[in-house]
């Protein structure tokens, strides 16, 4: 009875562990040493810009356009656990929002309705002219996050440095393993 037991737990530990799968950005699982994600990467195109211990920047071609694709692991590990895809910069309200209205519809096509957040802060609203100031300011809230079982994809007006649309793929496993690895430094820091 013993062996029929332990066989069952066995199993049961294999089906938990196989059923946990990573996110995939561009067919590569999100998973893996910093260095060994960005070579995957590069195999597909993508050129090298700069790599640090933690974060990783390439540029290529995303979704039929030229853009940058940050890679950030844990600092610990190294372990990739997030994916962030500049789509574009632009001096336009109307394109940003194109590319990002564009972007959401193919997003939603592939992984249904996600969760939406539209919308601009005081004193700023659609309309005013100011859209873009509202984005450098952080009065822009334009998201939507799709949560799939594998992790979180989502879509997002942001300034970096300009106003973008931003794509970002975050692995469920390697972001729970990057928030461990912090809160253990931070922890041990205090």
Request: with cysteine; proline share 2%.
């Amino acid at each position: 009875m013993k062996k029929i037991w332990g066989l069952v737990l066995l199993c049961a530990i294999f089906m938990n562990v196989s059923a946990q799968e990573h996110l995939t950005f561009k067919g590569v699982p999100i998973n893996g040493h910093i260095t060994t994600f960005v070579n995957k990467l590069k195999g597909l195109g993508f050129e090298e810009i700069t790599v640090s211990d933690n974060i990783a920047v390439v540029k290529g071609e995303f979704g039929e356009q030229d853009c940058q694709i940050g890679v950030y692991a844990s600092k610990k590990s190294k372990t990739v656990h997030m994916v962030a895809v500049i789509l574009n910069e632009t001096s336009s309200w109307y394109s940003l929002k194109s590319t990002y209205t564009e972007y959401k519809k193919l997003l939603m096509l592939k992984y249904g309705n996600g969760k939406s957040f539209e919308y601009f802060s005081d004193p700023y609203y659609e309309g005013d002219g100011y859209e873009l100031s509202a984005v450098r300011n952080e009065k822009c809230t334009y998201m939507t996050v799709f949560d799939t079982p594998n992790g979180d994809i989502s879509i997002k007006i942001i300034d970096a440095g300009n106003p973008c649309t931003v794509l970002g793929y975050v692995d469920e496993i390697n972001h729970d393993i990057a928030e461990k690895e912090k809160n253990a430094m931070i922890s041990g820091d205090l």
